[in-house]
C-alpha cells in the first residue's frame, strides 16, 4: 500500500484499512442537551483550570451537560455527559472543557485525535421519566451524576438558547512523541457557528455527584443550583484552532 500523506480525501488513521472513525463533518440532528449551571467551590475551580484561562472569582459556576445524540452522521449514535467552566481569554468569554464521558468509541478517538476534546469512556444517560427530565452518568457499575429536571415548564428564548450552546470551547491539547517528551501542548479554541435550535425549555433543577477517583466530578462539588435548560437543536462542529503554544512560553 503506497502512503499519500498528501491526499486528504483520504481518513489517513489506523487500523489504515478500517480506520476507527470517518472523515468529519459531523452533523449531528436533533442534538438535546440537559444543561444545570451550578455554583462550586471557588478553590477547586482555580485548581482545575490551565492558566492564561481566567475564571470568575466573584461567581465560580460550572455547567454539567448531559447531551444525546440520535443521528450524527458519519459517528452514529451516542450520548455524553461532562463539566465545562466559564473562562476568559484575551477578553474573550468562553468555556473550558473540563470533562467528557462518551459511550461511543469513534467519538472518542476522533474527539481526542484530531481535536482536543477530553473524552474518556462512560455511560450517560437522558431519558423522560413521567415528568421529569433525567439526566445520569455511570462510570463503570457506579453512578457519578444524577440530574433531574422538569420537563418543559417553561419555555427559553430560543436566541438565548443558541447563544448558550454557541459559546467558544477552549480545550487542552497534549501529544508526545515516542519518548513520553510533549511534542504538542496547545490550548485550542473551536465554536459550533451552524446551530438550529428546535425548542428550549427550564425548569427547577437538582443535581448530585458522588465521589470517583478517576471520574472525580464532585471535585467540584455542587453549592447551588443556578440555572437549568433543557435545549433540542441541529448543529455542525468546526475544526479547533491554537491559540497558546505551552511549549514556547
Ligand atoms: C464529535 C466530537 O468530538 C464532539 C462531540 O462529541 O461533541
Redesign the pocket.
Known amino acids: 500500500m503506497k502512503i499519500d500523506i498528501h491526499d486528504l480525501s483520504k481518513n489517513l488513521t489506523t487500523p489504515l484499512t478500517a480506520p476507527a472513525y470517518s472523515v468529519p463533518t459531523?452533523k449531528f440532528v436533533n442534538r438535546e442537551y440537559l444543561n444545570i449551571v451550578y455554583r462550586t467551590d471557588v478553590n477547586a475551580l482555580r485548581a482545575a483550570v490551565p492558566e492564561p484561562l481566567e475564571i470568575d472569582e466573584e461567581s465560580p459556576l460550572v455547567r454539567f451537560e448531559v447531551m444525546w445524540m440520535p443521528d450524527v452522521s458519519g459517528?452514529g449514535v451516542y450520548t455524553?455527559s461532562g463539566q465545562v467552566i466559564p473562562v476568559q481569554f484575551n477578553n474573550e468569554e468562553g468555556d473550558y472543557v473540563h470533562s467528557m464521558y462518551?459511550d461511543n468509541f469513534p467519538?472518542i478517538a476522533?474527539?481526542r485525535e484530531l481535536?482536543a476534546?477530553p473524552k474518556k469512556w462512560g455511560a450517560p444517560k437522558l431519558y423522560v421519566d413521567s415528568d421529569t427530565l433525567v439526566g445520569t452518568l455511570d462510570y463503570g457499575s457506579l453512578r457519578v451524576a444524577t440530574a433531574t429536571m422538569g420537563y418543559k415548564h417553561v419555555e427559553l428564548d430560543l436566541e438565548e438558547a443558541r447563544k448558550e450552546i454557541c459559546r467558544p470551547n477552549f480545550m487542552m491539547k497534549i501529544a508526545t512523541d515516542y519518548n513520553g517528551q510533549l511534542r504538542i501542548c496547545d490550548l485550542v479554541r473551536t465554536q459550533i457557528t451552524d446551530a438550529h435550535i428546535k425548542g428550549a425549555w427550564t425548569g427547577p433543577a437538582r443535581l448530585q455527584l458522588f465521589e470517583h477517583a478517576l471520574a472525580p466530578l464532585a471535585d467540584l462539588p455542587v453549592q447551588e443550583v443556578v440555572s437549568a435548560s433543557h435545549i433540542v437543536a441541529d448543529v455542525t462542529?468546526n475544526p479547533a484552532k491554537p491559540v497558546y503554544n505551552y511549549l514556547l512560553h
Do not use: C, Q
Open positions: 459531523y459517528l455524553e462518551v467519538a476522533s474527539g481535536t476534546y462542529l
